[in-house]
């Protein structure tokens, strides 16, 4: 029976995590190892400074005080006595696409596992204020992915990234990343005591319009799938960089 890891940024606890642990059951022994709280936007962190704690919820569901990648690491090291065939992070409350993905500790679970040498998935779903969450498509989508994964592998260091709609339309789609111009808002506020602090908030972006993106995918109602990489060397620009003529050998200042 293949071995599953699931991990997450929203914390052991998240209503997503349960949703997902619960249709990878379907495909094989799983093992939850998952912030102990909330770790949203932390990227592919390490944490290397401070020690970690591992506490036992329960019988298969394990928390680490830490981000995903932690979890991920400490998982294999200390909780799984065989690596797992299988990285599945979700399900994140909110899309991940385009640039988000270098923030998001969704995607940087599955990150991990893939510069591990283990197949691994990431999961998102739609966010809808004043809504309750309908993980269903996405805990759908996760089982369709992650068998075929299971079955045919994937390319050395590629992780795939799954966004699914509120209520597909319709079937998945094959997506790069979107882009945008990026532009963060940061709040000013004040304590009671009238001292300044700041709120970083979602930010007011143009996506460029593209029709391979997976923001665009999502938007007409598709299960975006992106296969991404760690290697993040621009190619294109390697041309661009000879061009300037650097000195091959380091300069006497």
């Given at each position: 029976?293949?071995?599953?890891?699931?991990?997450?940024?929203?914390?052991?606890?998240?209503?997503?995590?349960?949703?997902?642990?619960?249709?990878?059951?379907l495909?094989?022994?799983?093992?939850?190892?998952?912030p102990?709280?909330?770790?949203?936007?932390?990227?592919?962190?390490?944490?290397?400074?401070?020690?970690?704690?591992?506490?036992?919820?329960?019988?298969?569901?394990?928390?680490?005080?830490?981000?995903?990648t932690?979890?991920?690491?400490?998982?294999?090291?200390?909780?799984?006595?065989e690596?797992?065939?299988?990285?599945?992070?979700?399900?994140?409350?909110?899309?991940?696409?385009?640039?988000?993905?270098?923030?998001s500790?969704?995607?940087?679970?599955?990150?991990?596992?893939?510069?591990?040498?283990i197949?691994?998935?990431?999961?998102?779903?739609?966010?809808?204020?004043?809504?309750?969450?309908?993980?269903?498509?996405?805990a759908?989508?996760?089982?369709a992915?992650?068998?075929?994964?299971?079955?045919?592998?994937?390319?050395?260091?590629?992780?795939?990234?799954?966004?699914?709609?509120?209520?597909?339309?319709?079937?998945?789609?094959?997506?790069?990343?979107?882009?945008?111009?990026?532009?963060?808002?940061?709040g000013?506020?004040?304590?009671?005591?009238?001292?300044?602090?700041?709120?970083?908030?979602?930010?007011?972006?143009?996506?460029?319009?593209?029709?391979?993106?997976?923001?665009?995918?999502?938007?007409?109602?598709?299960?975006?799938?992106?296969?991404?990489?760690?290697?993040?060397?621009?190619?294109?620009?390697?041309?661009?960089?000879?061009?300037?003529?650097?000195?091959?050998?380091?300069?006497?200042?």
């Open positions: 029976m293949p071995r599953i890891l699931v991990t997450n940024d929203d914390g052991v606890y998240a209503e997503g995590i349960a949703r997902l642990a619960e249709a990878m059951a495909l094989g022994e799983v093992t939850v190892v998952a102990l709280g909330e770790a949203s936007a932390v990227g592919h962190g390490l944490s290397i400074a401070r020690p970690l704690r591992l506490g036992r919820v329960r019988d298969g569901v394990y928390s680490v005080d830490g981000t995903p932690d979890c991920v690491n400490v998982a294999i090291t200390h909780v799984m006595p690596r797992p065939d299988l990285i599945v992070s979700g399900i994140n409350t909110g899309w991940n696409v385009g640039d988000d993905v270098t923030y500790g969704t995607v940087a679970g599955a990150l991990e596992g893939a510069l591990l040498g197949p691994s998935i990431a999961v998102s779903t739609e966010r809808h204020r004043g809504v309750e969450y309908n993980f269903a498509p996405a759908t989508a996760a089982v992915v992650a068998r075929l994964v299971l079955e045919r592998g994937l390319p050395r260091f590629t992780l795939l990234n799954v966004n699914v709609p509120f209520a597909p339309k319709h079937g998945f789609r094959t997506t790069v990343q979107a882009r945008r111009n990026h532009v963060t808002t940061v000013l506020r004040h304590d009671p005591r009238n001292r300044p602090y700041y709120w970083i908030e979602e930010g007011l972006d143009d996506w460029e319009p593209h029709d391979q993106s997976d923001y665009q995918a999502v938007r007409d109602g598709y299960i975006s799938i992106t296969p991404l990489q760690p290697d993040m060397t621009a190619h294109d620009a390697l041309a661009f960089v000879d061009s300037l003529a650097l000195p091959e050998e380091e300069p006497v200042v």
